[in-house]
């Protein structure tokens, strides 16, 4: 998760932008979008960092790269970060993409994360925790974008709210063994006695 935007805005208004924001060549800002609204917001200037591409892809590329580096991110929010680095790069995701490496000069979800010092089991992990977060209700990711809750406490909540559902409601084996309606005219009402009259008369 990022800083929190109050305690970010007092260190700007205390000390300035000590890093620099990154720009392309028309200006876009590639990295800082945070401390370039909190700066204009001040009214203070903020140096920057110019940056030219060979191409849209390269700059697409750049700019994920930036973000996948950040310290205060989740694993559901790096993993969509690597997703997005892998369709950039025209990698496939299935497994298995480490035996076509053999076959073909192009990267795999290994090769990606080796590179960002991550093992293609954690990325992966991470890839998974992000599909997690994108199938929640709206409620549930909002919580998590809020930090108050974080994909894994949803899961294990929703996995116990299933077990105790699943303890509360009557079983099917045991719904079957209910006694089944006799078909059939109901048989006449006997006083208690009559059937012992009967015989002795």
């Given amino acids: 998760m990022s800083p929190r935007p109050g305690l ?12 620099p924001v990154e720009v392309d060549e028309a200006g876009a800002v590639l990295d800082g979008h945070h401390r370039v609204a909190i700066a204009e917001e001040l009214g203070i200037d903020y140096p ?30 790096w993993g969509g970060l690597f997703k997005q680095l892998l369709d ?21 979800v290994s090769d990606s994360a080796q590179s960002l010092g991550v093992d293609e089991r954690t990325a992966r992990r991470r890839m998974a925790a992000h599909d ?4 929640l209700p709206a409620s549930e990711r909002e919580a998590i974008d809020a930090g108050e809750k974080t994909v894994t406490q949803v899961v294990r909540e929703r996995k116990e709210a299933n077990r105790e559902e699943r303890r ?11 006694p089944t309606p006799v078909s059939g005219p109901t048989p006449a009402y006997s006083p208690p006695g009559a059937a012992r009259k009967t015989m002795s008369e």
């Fill in 132 to 135: 997690v977060y994108e199938s």
């Fill in 48 to 77: 920057r960092v110019t940056r030219t591409f060979a191409s849209d892809g390269e700059r697409r590329e750049h700019a994920i790269l930036l973000n996948l580096c950040r310290r205060h991110l989740e694993p559901h929010q």
């Fill in 8 to 19: 970010a805005r007092q260190n700007l208004a205390r000390r300035g932008v000590q890093v």
């Fill in 88 to 108: 950039a790069r025209g990698v496939e995701r299935g497994q298995g993409s480490s035996a076509a490496k053999q076959h073909s000069e192009s990267d795999t």
């Fill in 168 to 178: 509360g409601a009557p079983s099917a084996a045991i719904l079957s063994q209910s």
